[in-house]
């Protein structure tokens, strides 16, 4: 079993920046995939950015101000979060796939930092 802890969200005013931070910590095997996604009120959730070991990808809305990042050594996935907007407010889950074989992928979830964006 694998735990996630996220920390870094809070109440931030529009051009703002936030980092957020997740540890995987627990029975981990060999981290593929860590990223972070979203929900916003009465919306599903959405990825928002991910990485592997050898990419990155983003969701459109995000591209240009936000920035991924894994430290291996320590488990952690980061997300630089800069120019918010209002549309950003939602709650950020972590989310971090490990490989415990050459045929199996088990994803884990965070319980979620909330992002609010507003003056």
């Known amino acids: 079993q694998v735990q996630l802890v996220e920390s870094g969200g809070g109440l931030v005013q529009p051009g703002g920046s936030l980092r957020l931070s997740c540890v995987a910590s627990?029975?981990?095997?060999?981290?593929?995939?860590m990223g972070w996604y979203r929900q916003a009120p009465g919306k599903q959730r959405e990825l928002v950015a991910a990485?592997?070991?050898?990419?990155?990808n983003y969701a459109d809305s995000v591209k240009g101000r936000f920035t991924i990042s894994r430290d291996d050594a320590v488990n952690t996935v980061y997300l630089q979060m800069n120019s918010l907007k209002p549309e950003d407010t939602a709650v950020y889950f972590c989310?971090?796939?490990?490989?415990?074989?050459?045929?199996?992928?088990?994803?884990?979830w965070g319980e979620g930092t909330l992002v609010t964006v507003s003056s």
């Open positions: 627990g029975s981990i095997f060999s981290i593929n995939a």
């Open positions: 990485v592997t070991t050898s990419s990155t």
């Open positions: 989310n971090v796939v490990d490989q415990v074989s050459s045929r199996r992928l088990i994803q884990y």
